[in-house]
């Protein structure tokens, strides 16, 4: 959430066959965003199985290891297996910083099976996993938990359970990497700040368990001041496309330099960004009693509110958050494929508003 130069790579890391793309400005969720490959390859139906040996009289296919060998791809690097690429991601993202109520780590699959091909999304809903199994993934890795909240039964009739089944069923595995990916450098309100042009980052709620710029929130400042309306546009223009755009409190023509932001639902931290006297402040999901409560509190109108999209607010940090993946597994000699995934998540549909 800091400057790591790992963790916030050049978006425009080379992928073998497809390439982490860039976010474009305004642009909907799923236009741009991944390149297009070839047909997708069918993932084992049991990622921890051994390859099949070829028939009696056929050739083993030229890539394919030896007996006690890592296979390797066709670049000469080897691929990781589920374990390594959950040390990468501990590396990436520590479990010591998710909150106490979080669920974040694996969810599904076998910590030997072979990972060649990964997806980022946001959301694990039934979209998404359609969209991991059609391209072959061997692992997902999304930002929400599909279990947050303990359960007793998976059953294929519930549609988390039936998520699970489709996911072990086609070998492809799912890792949450949530609010632990929110307070690491490079993290999720990392990536907002940066977008924003912010500058003199330091975290608004610094992590118990980590180093003093890791935590919830950020507040920097900007280059310059400039209107919130000016401001505003911005942010608009960085968000994915969703129907319920981008609401502003505050006046159009007042000038705004520190910024606090916070990816996800952040109305929690009002008092934290208080305490750092923001100018304004971008977070997501601000609850109607919250926000009336800081309009009515704030100091000569501050802080301004900006209030996102949740979904487009965390859709930022998937596109760094491949490259800084992939970046972790390069150096230690694996070779994979990473996409983002290209569907938009947001709940919502469409909006009616005053003529």
């Not at 390149?35 to 009289?57: K, R």
């Not at 990916?181 to 610094?206: I, K, M, T, Y």
Request: include cysteine; charged fraction near 20%.
């Amino acid at each position: 959430m800091e400057r790591n130069a790992q963790q916030n790579a050049e978006h425009d890391a080379q992928h073998q066959g497809t390439a982490v793309s860039e976010t474009g400005s305004g642009a909907e969720a799923g236009s741009g965003m991944v390149s297009e490959t070839g047909g997708p390859e069918t993932s084992s139906p049991e990622t921890g199985s051994p390859e099949p040996e070829a028939p009696a009289g056929e050739a083993a296919p030229a890539d394919a290891a030896a007996p006690g060998e890592e296979p390797q791809s066709e670049s000469g690097r080897s691929t990781p297996v589920l374990g390594d690429v959950l040390l990468a991601v501990e590396e990436l993202w520590p479990r010591s910083l998710a909150e106490q109520w979080d669920a974040v780590g694996p969810v599904v699959g076998r910590s030997n099976a072979p990972v060649r091909r990964i997806l980022f999304a946001v959301d694990p809903v039934a979209e998404v996993v359609e969209e991991a199994l059609t391209w072959g993934a061997d692992l997902l890795v999304t930002h929400h938990p599909l279990l947050l909240k303990p359960v007793n039964s998976v059953a294929a009739s519930s549609f988390k359970g039936n998520i699970v089944h489709q996911l072990i069923e086609a070998g492809c595995a799912l890792v949450t990497v949530h609010t632990n990916g929110d307070s690491a450098v490079g993290g999720v309100s990392d990536v907002l700040a940066d977008a924003f042009g912010l500058q003199h980052v330091r975290p608004r709620a610094p992590s118990a368990n980590g180093r003093p710029e890791e935590g919830t929130g950020r507040v920097g400042e900007l280059g310059e001041a400039t209107t919130l309306g000016t401001f505003a546009e911005t942010v608009f223009s960085l968000m994915p496309a969703v129907a319920g755009g981008v609401k502003v409190a505050g006046h159009r023509d007042a000038l705004v330099r520190t910024v606090a932001v916070c990816g996800g639902a952040g109305d929690s931290l009002f008092d934290a960004v208080r305490e750092a006297q923001a100018d304004v402040y971008v977070t997501a999901d601000l609850r109607h009693h919250p926000a009336s409560e800081a309009r009515e509190a704030a100091v000569d109108g501050r802080p301004y509110l900006i209030d996102v999209s949740h979904f487009g607010s965390e859709w930022l940090w998937l596109t760094p958050a491949a490259g800084a993946l992939e970046n972790v597994l390069a150096d230690q000699g694996y070779d994979v494929e990473i996409r983002v995934s290209g569907i938009n998540t947001d709940p919502w549909d469409f909006i009616l508003t005053p003529a």
